[in-house]
């Protein structure tokens, strides 16, 4: 893409120069003017060398300079263009935002009397907008809007400089901050009588005094997106703008119904009220506004059915209502009438509660290019007529109801498909074995589809693609050889919980942005795959098959670069031997799970040189030695989950002077001795610490009312660990929490869970009363040990607990009756202790009472005699 925005910028330069040619040859730049842009020039950062050109030594005339456009008989600067077009998803980030111009812009620019067109628009200047702009009186359009991704940030104290601009036509001031300017709107509208186009996106403005009388008779656009707007009072005044078609207030504050002042603006071609807070239904005047092409409802708090007089709305070629509440069926009716729509492109209904099936006159949208309706319940099978829309690029019907078979019909005329999301319904796609589709598509998405047994064939066709998914599709064949191949800028592939086999000689080689790669769930075999050589970022899921053999030529590649692999897995494999001693290699992972493998050895030093890791898994192998001092290194630690190995030695101090982000600590079912270490309490956001199953003794620690994040009561408002790659699902932290008596699982609502679990050791003494000030902890375990004296009396105040077992200990004394005010408590053991006297009463108690009988001396309470 970086390619693609210099040949760009060389076209526009070779245009300029044509412009420039068609002058005098005697004729050049004035000198004042010439000096006037290597001054500005002199004050950027042009880190992509975009203003090359701008060389006086090679070009003596600025006319020939890119972006400069001059008059063909007088030389003057007529127009200054140094626009970038706005990011998209196709676009390489790094590259895009090294080629922004930054620094300030420098008031020497004002020299430019004659100077029509100004656009510095989508750069990253920052600093105050200079007043002296305001000299440019012959400008008709000046454009110094940023966008999102612009990292930059301009200011204005003052509009009044903008008062000598008075042939203004196009004022785009986008991301400038106009927070500190008072009466911006206000002067506007006294000053710019001739204005036909104001975009005022995301300057930051507030509530204030509506415009009495509005001046802006020629407005046609006007853009107040992204600012604080609560109510039509604020904006109310836009219905007087008579000649306005264009209008944007996404991402304002609007609450309540569509506002009313928009009624009487039936001149409307262009309506965006997306991403407010809008709460009713679509209002029937809504309906009546013929002209309008563009309607866009998104993110709102829509709800009830669309009307039939959705109708009436004839020109448009855009309909997007997604993300709303809008309810009931897509009814026959609402069908035939979207055959009005003849200039219809672009259909979004997705993320609503639509339900029933897809009328067959909505397959009428013969100009369909875009057709979203995702995340509804929409049911029944996919009408034949699909293939009849040879319009259509994108398709979203994923995560809905639909059933039946799609056959290659279904695809018949559709030689312009790119996208095709299709995953989370019970289709099943049946097509001529020879089948060769007609389009060359892009994204790929047929998850949960039922494509197998066989691979598909007619993927071979494909020379293109970016994003495949074909998961959990029932194939049970071998991926064939072309495969590989096929595209060279896969950055998605997902072919998880299928039934394939064989053995995978390499993965593809992907272009930098995150290919993903996911092959979990699947019967392959052999040994680990070759990872292509270069700096290719990677998400690698090869976990839950049959590949077996050792790490070494999986890890210690013999290219000396390193690897920008930010996630691995091979967990649950039937891999064996040492974990090789290359990890210095792989220094970009950030997740790595090596869990449910026959590892042995130790845990090798180089672990400690990946300084990015945020999760480390190698549970339930057969490692043995100490936990390396390296790993104290691994700063960024949030998840270590060592549990079910050989372990041994104590538990080093720097787990908690060091690691200090861990949220999840599991060392269970090892061999680790000594006493719990205080340090351990440093660790502030601690959600689940699991030492059981060791051979730990002394005391608990007291400091255990240090942990922060288990006295809070709610949940984190993130997820543990959520590895996100491109255009890929969030890969969640996931763990194996021994509560009630049960091993779970816990992914999605990981964030959610609190447990501390010292099960299974020797530790004595008694419990601290300071545990009891852990009011968000649901899961406590302290059986299996040796610990004496009473069952703290503050127990009542750990409202949240659910499972508490402090069976097969030494407690003496009563049970405290705070214990009947623990309201969520479903799971308790206090079997095989010295505890006597009356059991609480409380409905959470009653329902486990049978383990508090075993081997105590309690007695029901008197109150439960009855």
Not at 15 to 24: I, P, R, T, W
Not at 98 to 103: D, Q
Not at 677 to 684: F, G, I, K, T
């Amino acid at each position: 893409m970086v390619i693609i925005i210099i040949l760009l910028l060389i076209i526009l330069a070779k245009a300029d120069v044509n412009l420039s040619n068609e002058m005098s040859s005697n004729t050049a730049c004035p000198e004042n003017e010439k000096q006037a842009l290597l001054n500005f020039k002199k004050g950027l950062i042009d880190a992509a060398n975009r203003l090359a050109s701008w060389d006086p030594h090679h070009h003596p005339d600025c006319c020939r300079w890119i972006g400069v456009v001059c008059d063909k008989r007088t030389a003057h600067v007529l127009s200054l263009n140094l626009s970038l077009p706005p990011w998209d998803e196709h676009t390489d980030f790094k590259s895009y935002r090294m080629s922004k111009l930054g620094g300030k812009i420098n008031p020497c620019l004002s020299k430019l009397k004659h100077l029509r067109y100004l656009d510095l628009s989508n750069n990253a200047f920052e600093g105050f907008l200079p007043y002296q702009l305001g000299n440019l009186s012959n400008l008709e359009s000046l454009k110094l809007g940023a966008y999102p991704f612009s990292f930059g940030l301009l200011y204005v104290e003052n509009l009044q400089w903008l008062s000598g601009l008075s042939l203004l036509k196009h004022l785009d001031l986008s991301w400038v901050n106009l927070s500190r300017a008072s009466n911006r709107l206000q002067l506007i509208n006294t000053i710019f009588p001739s204005l036909d186009e104001f975009h005022l996106s995301a300057c930051q403005l507030l509530p204030g005094p509506s415009l009495l009388n509005v001046n802006l008779s020629s407005l046609a656009i006007l853009d107040l997106s992204f600012n604080h707007f609560t109510n039509q009072m604020d904006v109310g005044w836009v219905s007087n703008l008579k000649s306005l078609v264009f209008l944007d207030l996404v991402g304002n504050d609007f609450h309540g119904p569509i506002p009313d002042f928009l009624r009487n603006m039936t001149s409307l071609t262009h309506l965006d009220l997306s991403s407010n807070y809008l709460n009713s239904s679509i209002p029937d005047w809504l309906y009546s506004f013929s002209s309008l092409q563009v309607l866009r409802l998104l993110g709102n708090q829509l709800h009830g059915d669309i009307s039939s007089a959705i109708g009436n709305l004839t020109s448009l070629n855009d309909l997007d209502l997604s993300v709303n509440q809008l309810q009931g069926k897509l009814p026959r009716a609402m069908g035939k009438l979207f055959g009005h729509f003849k200039n219809l492109t672009i259909l979004n209904l997705s993320n609503n509660l639509i339900s029933g099936p897809i009328p067959i006159p909505f397959w009428q949208l013969k100009n369909l290019k875009e057709l979203c309706l995702l995340d509804n319940s929409i049911s029944g099978p996919i009408s034949i007529s699909l293939g009849q829309l040879s319009n259509l690029e994108r398709v979203s019907i994923f995560n809905n109801l639909l059933e039946g078979v799609v056959s290659d019909k279904h695809f018949a005329n559709h030689t312009k498909l790119k996208y095709f999301y299709g995953s989370g319904n019970s289709l099943v796609l049946r097509v001529n074995p020879n089948w060769v589709p007609p389009f060359q598509i892009l994204y790929l998405d047929l998850g949960s589809w039922q494509i197998g047994p066989s691979f598909p064939l007619w993927l071979r066709s494909q020379k293109h693609l970016e994003y495949l998914d074909i998961s959990n599709s029932r194939i049970s064949d071998v991926i064939p050889r072309w495969f590989w191949g096929l595209s060279t800028q896969f950055k998605h592939v997902n072919l998880s919980r299928n039934q394939i086999s064989g053995q995978i000689p390499y993965l593809p080689n992907g272009p930098d942005i995150f290919p993903l790669v996911d092959l979990s769930f699947n019967n392959f075999s052999g040994p680990l795959p070759q990872i292509p050589m270069g700096p290719h970022q990677y998400m690698i899921d090869l976990s839950n098959n049959y590949f077996s053999g050792s790490l070494f030529h999986f890890l210690c590649h013999q290219w000396s670069g390193t690897f920008s692999t930010g996630f691995l897995s091979i967990a649950n494999n039937l891999l064996s031997g040492e974990i090789t001693d290359c990890w210095i290699k792989w220094q970009s992972l950030q997740v790595l799970r090596l869990d449910g493998n026959r590892f042995t050895g130790k845990i090798p030093s180089s672990m400690g040189t990946l300084s990015e890791l945020q999760s480390l898994n190698l549970h339930n192998n057969k490692l043995h030695g100490e936990i390396p001092l390296s790993l104290k290194n691994c700063t960024n630690l949030l998840a270590i989950n060592l549990g079910k190995n050989e372990l041994d030695g104590n538990i080093p101090r720097w787990l908690g002077q060091d690691l200090t982000s861990l949220i999840i600590l599991i060392l269970r079912s090892n061999k680790f001795g000594g006493n719990i270490p205080d340090h351990l309490c440093a660790l502030s956001s601690l959600q689940i610490l699991d030492l059981a199953e060791n051979n730990l003794f002394g005391s608990m620690p007291r400091c255990i009312s240090n942990f922060s994040a288990m006295v809070r009561g709610n949940g984190s408002r993130y997820k543990i660990i959520e590895y996100i790659g491109y255009n890929g699902p969030p890969t969640l932290e996931s763990a194996s929490i021994v509560t009630k008596d049960q091993v779970l699982v816990f992914d999605k609502t990981l964030n959610l869970v609190r447990l501390v679990d010292f099960s299974c050791n020797n530790l004595s003494g008694e419990i601290p009363k300071e545990v009891t000030s852990l009011q968000g902890l649901q899961t406590l375990n302290l059986s299996r040990n040796h610990l004496t004296g009473k069952i703290p009396e503050s127990i009542g105040s750990m409202k949240s607990l659910e499972s508490l077992d402090l069976s097969q200990n030494q407690l003496s004394s009563s049970i405290p009756e705070s214990m009947s005010s623990v309201t969520f408590l479903s799971h308790l053991n206090l079997s095989f202790n010295k505890l006597t006297g009356i059991i609480p009463t409380s409905r959470a108690v009653e329902e486990v009472v049978k383990n508090l009988m075993s081997e105590t001396k309690l007695k029901k309470s008197v109150r439960d005699k009855r």
